[in-house]
């Protein structure tokens, strides 16, 4: 299987910016306050990560 270095960087852009609101989830999920977070950025960050998959 030949990876290009193309679909190793999306794979590596893919992975990160999904993961990076795992932080936030995490401290709203232990604390149980969900009141911090935008319902529209994680509206728009979802979708995003949505394309992402599609993609």
């Known amino acids: 299987m030949d990876i290009s270095m193309a679909e190793l960087v999306g794979t590596a852009a893919g992975l990160c910016s999904t993961g990076s609101f795992l932080p936030q989830?995490?401290?709203?999920?232990?604390e149980r306050d969900t009141a911090a977070i935008s319902?529209?950025?994680?509206?728009?960050?979802?979708?995003?990560?949505?394309l992402w998959i599609a993609y």
């Open 39 to 50: 319902k529209r950025m994680y509206l728009v960050t979802v979708g995003a990560f949505s």
């Open 25 to 30: 989830v995490v401290k709203a999920w232990r």
